[in-house]
């Protein structure tokens, strides 16, 4: 397989294989518009995202060191000590664990149910724990969490583009990453996990992921472009192209690489105990690196090169290449080499 | 071609490199001899098991904390957390929030008194009685048949010339006072501090008309409890409270003790009262006039009362109230099976990410290995001694961020290989491609990295809590990375392309140019690239390959390849400058 790949490899770094990731670009944004619209119409019509108790506000309790436990002396023991409390019963860690959520308590309600809860499952007050969330609580990370969002994104597009020297690269990447962040944040409200702070850290990962990716080919683009409209035969598109193509072996690497360590998280968090924290960030890092990486290939980088195929000279460039282009087809090549 | 310069480099690299691990294991065993440091870092709460309470500012509209306000919040809180017997307790500011986490389980009483945010105010007393039944009140006493024409009057006739002037006793407030119920006095029982109020005291015993408040509590530098001295300095056993007040509580209660020692025969009079959140917490009579800033209150305490109300006199003056915004109780065994998911997890990654990479990159692909290594070395270092220096607690939220860094950290291991490779494909040599790939790859790792760094400090800047620890561990990583691939990977690639296992291009060693296509395979010997070269590229790229070549590279090539310029059919460019 590492043979194969390596191979693989070289056929595209020399362009003997190639995607046409610029040229069919109308494609892959019909699919990317459509992913988009797939994952704000989910949430909406599974009614709104499944918020965590942390949004929500509410009390939680978890117990630990149980053995074969059932749900049903927790609502009991709920039910007998506050009548009027819903309880929200979780088995947790293979029957080791059991999470009870209920509407908020009072302080002394928690300290009652807490003793209730022990008592039902035969443990001792210190394998019980408990929370109580105010509902303020998530909206204050919410709030900031979309302060934080505004920030990095105004001064990531400022940085992209003194660095690439373009505005239409920061465009592009910015426009990638806002998709990235609506189709993850749309396939995780579709798996149904609850969304937590965990899951919102997850997804506030994925915008340094997806503008690091992208950084990453960009680069190339830029390295690949920066002397073409001297003297290449290349369209710009087909720079662009090239640009993808010559790093695609690094995207599915990275992607891979990045992408196991998480999934790993994913596994034990999804089956260990009380590890939702871990579960909820690994799911959303998962979905978004794979989105992060992919979104690069098939929307950044045809974006870019529609942005800028626009341009005068790199329009005037293009057209220049492709008259060459169809005289060469009549006569050889070599003849034809000064532009 | 210097030979010699890439390896002269690559051993300072690695030097600078052992400096600093060295350095870090320096520091760590001073900060565990001297400095009561540790070689495990702090865990969070959610690991270590504790309870966790976030406190929100109470804030009316339009108002604003301000640091100074909220530092002095946290030092109140603090001392009374500690005052409390709790130990290792740890009051911190996210945001405009306060968070107090403490280690077990935390009791109601500490709960309360961490909670109890109040302004503790000094004022006179006017009118001191039994608090009347409510219930009695209201049904033996006989209907008035005639309703008052006019309600009680609000406003004192005759304007009060001091705080115990009984002229600040309106009808309005006798009423009040007359109707009170003890039971139904909250801490919302507040007054201006420039008009009476009518209250109780704490056990609901004695209810009382107030002055305006004459003495500020903040004005109170210090209380504490102990045992009444006689003036032979034996012990009387009795239990009293020391007060101190600075300058301008000095002045104040020297004052207010020169009219009170005055009214000492018009008892209650000559009582002053400590309110606290709306309630009199004590209400001592004048027994002198005292200048000095330093009364005492004597009375039927014991330890623990006086205690307690030496601490609520200390910290009771919080310059702004707070509610309970979130309290979560982590229990020890559900921290611990967090940890542990956490490291199993990252060990998971770990190996799967060492398989990957070796099956990618061959022997290359240790060299990532070893460099994750390194990199996880010098983050648990890290760790540790910022969580001694600055109290850094390692959460879940930043388990899962170091976990997550293996992959950000492994790509720009791949990043700057593919790169190496790609100039192998380019026909460079081994010694070449290795630095002019280096060069290429350095500028996309430093601008990539970057934006990590970014979002890191952002996120860090913005946020609270758990994502406050994952931006620290994202952040940290990103630099450690960096330094990694400076002065490790790189470095150790060049000495490696000094051995023959490497140069000579082993199939196993993940640099093989034939596996990679390569264009150039040494010797003067060309192949011809397997895909044709674009129209109007060839000279360009001839003269860009020619540019790019060592001398000895470009006679063997013009020797070779005289005729024909297809040397190159890439679409690489020249170098940066």
């Given at each position: 397989m590492a043979s194969r790949l390596t191979e693989f490899g070289n056929d595209l770094y020399t362009g003997k294989r190639s995607f046409d990731f610029v040229g069919k670009r109308r494609t892959w944004f019909i699919i990317v518009g459509a992913l988009v619209l797939i994952s704000i119409l989910i949430p909406v019509l599974r009614g709104g995202f499944n918020l965590g108790i942390e949004f929500r506000g509410g009390s939680q309790f978890q117990i630990t060191g149980?053995?074969?436990?059932?749900?049903k002396p927790a609502e009991d023991a709920v039910s007998s000590t506050v009548p009027n409390a819903v309880a929200h019963v979780t088995i947790v860690g293979g029957g080791s664990g059991v999470r009870v959520q209920t509407d908020q308590l009072t302080t002394a309600e928690t300290k009652d149910v807490a003793d209730a809860l022990a008592q039902a499952y035969d443990v001792?007050?210190?394998?019980v724990a408990s929370s109580f969330i105010g509902p303020v609580w998530g909206a204050d990370i919410t709030r900031q969490t979309i302060q934080g969002l505004v920030v990095f994104i105004v001064l990531a597009a400022i940085g992209m583009a003194l660095y690439f020297r373009t505005w239409k690269m920061s465009i592009a990447a910015i426009i990638a990453l806002m998709a990235d962040l609506i189709v993850t944040t749309g396939v995780y409200g579709a798996v149904g996990f609850e969304v937590t702070p965990a899951a919102v850290i997850g997804i506030l990962t994925i915008l340094a992921y997806s503008l690091y990716d992208t950084v990453v080919v960009f680069d190339k683009i830029r390295e690949n472009t920066k002397e073409d409209l001297t003297g290449?035969?290349?369209?710009f598109g087909e720079s662009v192209n090239l640009a993808v193509n010559q790093t695609l072996v690094r995207s599915i690497n990275t992607s891979v690489v990045a992408a196991l360590p998480v999934a790993s998280i994913l596994f034990i968090g999804a089956f260990a105990l009380g590890a939702d924290t871990l579960r909820d960030i690994s799911l959303a890092l998962f979905i978004g690196i794979l989105v992060g990486t992919w979104s690069t290939v098939f929307l950044a980088a045809p974006m870019y090169a529609m942005f800028r195929s626009s341009e005068k000279n790199v329009a005037k460039h293009d057209a220049e290449v492709l008259r060459l282009r169809r005289r060469a087809a009549g006569q050889p090549a070599l003849d034809d080499v000064t532009v | 071609m210097a030979t010699s310069t890439p390896v002269k480099k690559a051993r300072r690299s690695l030097i600078w490199l052992g400096v600093i691990i060295v350095g870090l294991i320096a520091i760590n065993t001073a900060a565990v001899l001297?400095?009561?440091?540790?070689w495990t870092p702090k865990l969070g709460l959610d690991l270590e098991g504790g309870t966790q309470i976030i406190l929100a500012p109470k804030l009316e509209t339009g108002q604003t904390v301000t640091d100074d306000q909220l530092n002095q919040a946290v030092s109140i809180i603090r001392q009374r957390v500690d005052s409390s017997g709790v130990s290792e307790s740890e009051i911190s500011t996210s945001g405009n929030n306060i968070v107090v986490a403490i280690p077990g389980k935390l009791d109601n009483d500490t709960k309360n008194r961490i909670q109890s945010s109040a302004k503790l105010e000094l004022r006179p007393v006017l009118v001191a009685g039994a608090p009347t039944d409510a219930a009695a009140n209201g049904s033996?006493?006989?209907?008035?048949?005639a309703t008052p024409?006019?309600?009680?009057?609000?406003?004192?006739?005759v304007s009060p010339t001091?705080?115990?002037?009984?002229?600040?006793?309106t009808p309005a407030l006798q009423d009040q006072y007359d109707n009170l119920?003890?039971?139904?006095?909250?801490?919302?029982n507040v007054a201006p501090a420039e008009e009476p109020l009518v209250t109780c005291d704490d056990g609901g015993q004695v209810k009382y008309i107030l002055g305006p408040v004459?003495?500020?509590?903040?004005?109170?530098k210090d209380a504490s409890a102990g045992v009444i001295q006689t003036s032979?300095?034996?012990?009387?056993g009795q239990w009293a409270i020391n007060l101190v007040f600075n300058d301008k509580g000095t002045k104040d209660f020297g004052d207010v003790s020169q009219r009170l020692y005055g009214l000492k025969s018009q008892s209650p009079l000559d009582q002053f009262a400590f309110v606290l959140d709306g309630k009199v917490l004590s209400a001592p009579a004048m027994n002198g006039v005292i200048t000095d800033g330093k009364p005492q209150i004597t009375g039927n305490f014991d330890q623990k009362s006086a205690q307690a109300l030496a601490d609520q006199l200390k910290?009771?003056?919080?310059p702004i109230s707070f509610t309970v915004q979130s309290s979560d109780t982590i229990t020890a065994t559900l921290g611990a099976a967090q940890l542990q998911s956490g490291i199993i997890a990252g060990i998971i990654g770990l190996l799967l990410v060492f398989i990957y990479t070796l099956f990618q990159?061959?022997?290359?692909g240790t060299v990532t290995i070893i460099s994750l290594v390194v990199a996880a070395i010098i983050t648990y270092l890290s760790i540790t001694i910022l969580s001694w220096y600055q109290g850094y607690r390692l959460s879940l939220a930043g388990v899962a961020g170091l976990i997550v860094a293996i992959g950000f950290t492994a790509d720009s291991f791949i990043v700057y290989f593919e790169r190496v490779r790609d100039e192998l494909r380019d026909g460079r040599g081994l010694v070449g491609a290795v630095e002019s790939g280096w060069k290429r790859a350095l500028r996309t790792i430093y601008a990539s990295k970057a934006t990590n760094l970014l979002a890191a400090i952002v996120l860090f800047v913005v946020a609270v809590g758990s994502v406050q620890g994952f931006a620290f561990t994202l952040g940290l990583t990103t630099v450690i990375d960096v330094i990694i691939v400076v002065l490790f990977t790189h470095p150790m690639l060049q000495l490696l392309a000094q051995t023959k296992f490497f140069s000579s291009g082993?199939?196993?060693?993940?640099?093989?140019p034939t596996a990679l296509g390569a264009v150039y395979r040494g010797r003067a010997e060309f192949r011809k690239p397997s895909a044709s070269v674009p129209v109007g590229k060839a000279a360009s790229a001839s003269r860009e390959a020619a540019k790019r070549q060592t001398i000895a590279e470009r006679k063997a090539s013009e020797l070779a390849a005289v005729g024909t310029q297809k040397t190159s059919d890439t679409s690489k460019k020249g170098e940066e400058n």
């Open positions: 149980v053995e074969n436990a059932q749900p001792t007050d210190a394998d290449t035969s290349r369209t | 001297f400095g009561g440091g540790s033996t006493s006989p209907t008035p048949t024409s006019e309600a009680p009057r609000s406003t004192p006739t001091n705080g115990s002037d009984l002229n600040w006793v119920d003890c039971s139904k006095v909250s801490t919302t004459e003495v500020d509590g903040a004005d109170i032979q300095g034996g012990s009387t910290f009771g003056a919080l990159y061959r022997l290359l082993n199939p196993w060693s993940g640099l093989d």
